[in-house]
Structure formats: structure tokens, C-alpha cells
């Protein structure tokens, strides 16, 4: 059987792991939200692009 104080113990570290919990998931939610996805999206892109500008370079050879 667990004393007191560690019983309070566990109280405080579940808290905090809640905490972080939902902190994590806000930020993830933030994320989601702002515009990296589309900034990712378009950088994707404009790589795609510079590979193929780059084969058909190669492909000139």
C-alpha cells in the first residue's frame, strides 16, 4: 500500500503529464492550422519542377 506522500506523488506527476498532454496538443493543432502544410506543398513543387528543369538539361547533353 502506497504512503501519503506518494500517492500525492503520483497525483502531481499524472497532473503534469496532463498538462504536457494537452499542451502538445494544442501546439499540434497550431500546426495544422497555420500555413506550413501549404508552404511545404509549394516547396514540394517548385522542387519537382527544378528536377525536371534539371533532366531535361541532362537529357540536352
Do not use: F
Not at 494537452?22 to 522542387?47: D, N, V, Y
Amino acid at each position: 500500500m502506497k504512503s501519503s506522500n506518494a500517492s500525492q506523488s503520483d497525483n502531481r506527476h499524472s497532473d503534469r503529464l496532463q498538462r504536457l498532454d494537452r499542451e502538445i496538443g494544442e501546439i499540434l493543432t497550431r500546426i495544422e492550422q497555420e500555413e506550413i502544410p501549404q508552404k511545404l506543398m509549394r516547396l514540394a513543387e517548385q522542387l519537382q519542377a527544378a528536377l525536371k528543369r534539371k533532366r531535361d538539361v541532362s537529357a540536352e547533353e
